[in-house]
């Protein structure tokens, strides 16, 4: 696959929220056929949301359980509105995180990071670190390299031993309910006006223009993407 088509590829993934593989891409020489694949795409990942509401109440029940087990609460209340910042002990927000992932098969879990006292403390130490070489220099230069490399070397060690003093970051997601739709994930749907393979076809022209640099006009169903649009 050429650079022309990776970006094309990266660009439809990106805005159908889709997975392109490259198996599927030996039967694609037109844009016709283009279109077709991702029409197909987008319709299979249509019919898979219509069951999502199911899926999402599956999953926040798993959610739910695995949570009373990590809180040793077995009959607390979790609401799906509930702050995951406030129902998650900080210091146990990472092994939180981890379970989600062993247990539920997460694959989009919180942000962890450092509180950002702690970010500005790395920050002020490296810096001071920093400064007070440059300022020591003339008055010991054979503490230059030793300054220097001490200032390289702070950085990874400090994040590196305060990489148990990550936490839920309270932003998104702020919710188990959030937490489950990010899971879960969305499909673009196109205006209610327009049916979704006219609205596809539309979208797969523009893109192919814009990364080939081309006229619009040029991009039809039967134009060949190498041949005649000079795809690499």
Known sequence: MGMD???IVMELEERFDVSLDDGDFPQVETVGDLQAMVLAKVQRKLAEREAQPCLTRRLFYEVRDLT????????LRLHPRASLVDTIPRRQQIRYCQLLQARLGFKRTPILARPRWVRRTIAGVTLSTLTLTILAAPLAPNWLPWGLLLTAILPPLLLWRTQNWRQLKP?????????????VGTTPTPPPEIDLATWISEEVQEVIALQLRIEPEKVVPSSNLVKDLGMS
């Open 5 to 7: 088509a990776l970006e």
């Open 68 to 75: 009373r087990e990590f809180v040793d609460q077995p009959t």
């Open 171 to 183: 932003t998104d997601p702020t919710t188990f309910a959030q937490l489950i739709r990010q899971e």
